[in-house]
């Protein structure tokens, strides 16, 4: 069936008895028919044509509607489809940054800062005198195992312990043997857990 390419409901049948249509009514005129009847005849059939055309125009304006809407339920499905898919890459790519760093988006919990009067900690002598020298220090050592590992250190050194060393100014100066060595216990910072930071981060603000 083709497509029609306007409203038949507008259409007005023509007078079939003008002259223009008389080749058309000379076809129906018989013995038993005349001119006049032959015109109502073609009439008639207008009549017929023209309705079962109305009724392909609302059929084929119900179907561009069903269309219509499929083609937007479509359209609204697919951009809803990519926005779940960027969604799900962004939480992906969210995840994997927080794997590869997680020290990064470890949240610390909140809490009260230290009171160093109160709260005073014993940290590792070779600690304490990298940061006074302003070297870097590994946050092992303010870890619950890095102070437990100096309070165990210093519980059992030899008070008599002293080693020369060389002072900022180039004079000689005893240090405490137990300031020299680093822990045979340090873990490096990468190395580190979450709960590691979170014990040493309180317990560094105490020291300082």
Same mark, same amino acid.
């Given at each position: 069936?083709?497509?029609?390419?306007?409203?038949?409901?507008?259409?007005?049948?023509?007078?079939?008895?003008?002259?223009?249509?008389?080749?058309?009514?000379?076809?129906?005129?018989?013995?038993?028919?005349?001119?006049?009847?032959?015109?109502?005849?073609?009439?008639?059939?207008?009549?017929?044509?023209?309705?079962?055309?109305?009724?392909?125009?609302?059929?084929?304006?119900?179907? *561009? /509607? @069903?269309?219509?809407?499929?083609?937007?339920?479509?359209?609204?499905? =697919?951009?809803?489809?990519?926005?779940? &898919? +960027?969604?799900?890459?962004?939480?992906?790519?969210?995840? *994997? /940054? @927080?794997?590869?760093?997680?020290?990064?988006?470890?949240?610390?919990? =909140?809490?009260?800062?230290?009171?160093? &009067? +109160?709260?005073?900690?014993?940290?590792?002598?070779?600690?304490?005198?990298?940061?006074?020298?302003?070297?870097?220090?590994?946050?092992?050592?303010?870890?619950?195992?890095?102070?437990?590992?100096?309070?165990?250190?210093?519980?059992?050194?030899?008070?008599?312990?002293?080693?020369?060393?060389?002072?900022?100014?180039?004079?000689?100066?005893?240090?405490?043997?137990?300031?020299?060595?680093?822990?045979?216990?340090?873990?490096?910072?990468?190395?580190?857990?979450?709960?590691?930071?979170?014990?040493?981060?309180?317990?560094?603000?105490?020291?300082?």
């Amino acid at each position: 069936m083709n497509r029609l390419l306007g409203d038949p409901n507008g259409n007005i049948c023509p007078d079939f008895m003008d002259e223009r249509y008389r080749a058309s009514r000379t076809v129906f005129v018989t013995a038993n028919t005349t001119d006049d009847q032959a015109a109502v005849t073609l009439r008639a059939i207008w009549v017929t044509t023209n309705e079962a055309l109305c009724v392909q125009w609302q059929q084929q304006v119900a179907e *561009d /509607e @069903r269309l219509r809407a499929k083609q937007q339920r479509l359209a609204q499905e =697919e951009e809803e489809h990519q926005t779940q &898919a +960027l969604r799900l890459e962004e939480e992906t790519a969210q995840a *994997d /940054e @927080r794997k590869k760093n997680r020290i990064k988006y470890h949240v610390l919990p =909140e809490r009260p800062r230290p009171n160093a &009067a +109160l709260d005073e900690v014993l940290v590792s002598d070779f600690a304490m005198r990298k940061i006074d020298k302003g070297l870097y220090v590994e946050i092992y050592y303010w870890t619950n195992d890095g102070l437990d590992d100096a309070l165990t250190n210093y519980s059992t050194k030899d008070d008599d312990g002293m080693i020369p060393t060389t002072g900022e100014d180039g004079s000689t100066v005893w240090t405490s043997a137990a300031a020299t060595r680093p822990s045979t216990k340090v873990i490096p910072d990468r190395n580190l857990s979450s709960v590691d930071f979170a014990q040493a981060v309180p317990q560094m603000i105490t020291s300082f």
